[in-house]
């Protein structure tokens, strides 16, 4: 019943001290996997996943937006750059010598999965790692924008199989008005109807995301100059910094991914007074796709089990990418507290 | 050189006082007309104008948004609604018993024109048609959102002909994310490369637009339902109002018209230290297409000349046109306080 690319990892210890060797200590696997879906039904999934640091250190599950994957940080045995290089690794904030970071492709990531996709399957599938490993509790879940929905409906539905939960950026359920931004987004998709047109639209829709990931006070100070006509045509200050960023999603992003894992935040419910699990929820002031006053209110719903923490940032949704030493000292304080 | 399908109305006089029979007096004309456009250099141009009130009343040019037009209000003449009926018409507080109210369709509005239009050009159109009518001078000119750009650029080149300007939610220059925001949809148009693409692509523009001109405080309290699945894909609660939005709007717009009026508001640009014209700038606190602070450094350079006057409220940009008590009462005080 799996396929694992190297041998799966040893059962969690309680040795919390630096292992010198860990940060070499790497591998991947993909699982094969009958699961449940909440809307699709009983399907069989490839769960590919990655793991980095010591055998016998505490595991930390760490999840990221929509659009990253189980390659959290560069590694010796995984050299290529990480999505969050800036907090994973070695003397980092999730510190591999000291934890084993766990991490996987979402579903749906590789387009071959088009059914709807709830965050509570990707919970679901994490704990499937987590047996296939033979973990039966992780340290604590790491999640950033989807990945902090995921880890909400991880710490709902297999609560006693985590110590702590650290949500970054993600509510218990979306906000009508991103839910609406992002629906058009996927409407942009649907209407490249030739090869070339869908490779476009999906950059649009990339493009039009990135402006929902930042906040006009960043576009103020990055691209100040004025609109210029090129070839007879308005060409604002940031097309440069959008196109390239709508290029590279789509050279490593297929359509149906995209449409799927997109509908998948849309789709996301948690039941915030079933978390038991104690959870450190991170807001950023300026988030535009995440307003403030959604993780206050999750915050409040998960009561004294929470402690809400929240900075300013002209980044705004992306914040957990791009402030990396405010979200260094935040994660560092969150998993070194008293364990849960 | 003048195409009128009324008669042109005369010089303006000094009679502020309501006239009775003044509800009923309206008119349109279409004006040929050399203009040297900004961009695009000198042009044949139709200009369609509309006016309504006494011949002898003190003129208000009044301009909206880049999908409004000169069918400004209901009139005893041109009975269908108008774009601001809640602000003009007899008694109201753009009183077309008091005033007369101009208004032309936008430069581009038809289709016609596929080149670079900027605001000043909009300017420039509107004193050709008060040239035309031998009205010298404007007691105001009241422009919201696009129509506040345009004001704003009159005020600057034809400030001698000029009482008062009233600017609401539009500012001396746009906001690089508005403008980043607005590209992208430009480039959705582009896109739709069938007739029926083209249709799908317009209406999604516009889908997006609405969203800039709304807040989320809005769509929170309309549209709280969850996302829900139709035939196996996510439909969010505010699909069928911002679907009609879209629908509505491809049926009465070119989308050459959409995309040279959305590039003008994106080429814009004034210089408001020119301007000579007492002002009141109207600002919404919750505008997310033209900031509250971008609203108060153009106040701060129009210097003693100019009231600023702000007000919260859930519909964002949009309040001009949903917060008609709000609006008037800010009207009223700008059109009979002294007069310049």
Chains 1, 2 share one sequence.
């Not at 190297?6 to 200590?25: G, H, I, K, N, V």
């Not at 990531?109 to 973990?135: E, F, M, N, R, W």
């Not at 789709?267 to 307003?291: G, K």
Request: proline share 4%.
């Amino acid at each position: 019943m799996s396929l694992t690319d190297t041998q799966a990892f040893a059962a969690p210890a309680s040795c919390y001290a630096p292992c010198e060797t860990a940060a070499t200590d790497a591998g991947r696997g993909v699982l094969l996997q009958r699961l449940t879906l909440r809307h699709a039904g009983l399907r069989e999934l490839r769960i590919a996943y990655e793991w980095q640091g010591p055998a016998d250190a505490p595991v930390i599950i760490v999840a990221g937006g929509i659009s990253a994957h189980r390659h959290i940080a560069a590694s010796a045995a995984y050299p290529e750059a990480g999505w969050w290089d800036a907090q994973a690794g070695a003397d980092r904030a999730l510190d591999s010598t000291r934890f084993r970071l766990l991490a996987i492709d979402w579903l749906g990531s590789d387009g071959g999965l088009d059914v709807a996709i709830d965050s509570a399957d990707q919970a679901d599938a994490v704990a499937a790692v987590l047996d296939h490993l033979d973990v039966r509790r992780a340290f604590a879940f790491v999640g950033c924008s989807y990945g902090a929905m995921v880890g909400l409906q991880f710490a709902a539905r297999h609560g006693a199989r985590l110590g702590r939960l650290v949500a970054i950026s993600g509510a218990d359920r979306p906000h009508p008005y991103a839910s609406a931004w992002r629906s058009l987004q996927r409407g942009i998709v649907a209407l490249g109807c030739s090869e070339s047109g869908r490779r476009e639209a999906l950059s649009l829709a990339r493009q039009l995301a990135m402006l929902s990931y930042r906040t006009p006070e960043e576009f103020a100070a990055r691209f100040d100059a004025p609109v210029q006509l090129v070839d007879g045509v308005a060409r604002c200050a940031s097309a440069d910094y959008l196109e390239s960023c709508g290029t590279r999603y789509v050279a490593r992003t297929a359509p149906t991914a995209f449409l799927r894992l997109s509908e998948s935040i849309d789709l996301h419910a948690v039941a915030a007074e079933t978390i038991a699990v104690p959870c450190v929820v991170v807001a950023i002031d300026e988030d535009r796709l995440v307003p403030l006053h959604t993780l206050e209110a999750l915050a409040g719903k998960l009561g004294a089990r929470c402690r809400l923490e929240r900075f300013s940032s002209p980044f705004g949704h992306d914040a957990f990418l791009t402030e990396p030493a405010r979200i260094a000292a935040i994660l560092t304080d969150a998993l070194c507290g008293g364990a849960a």
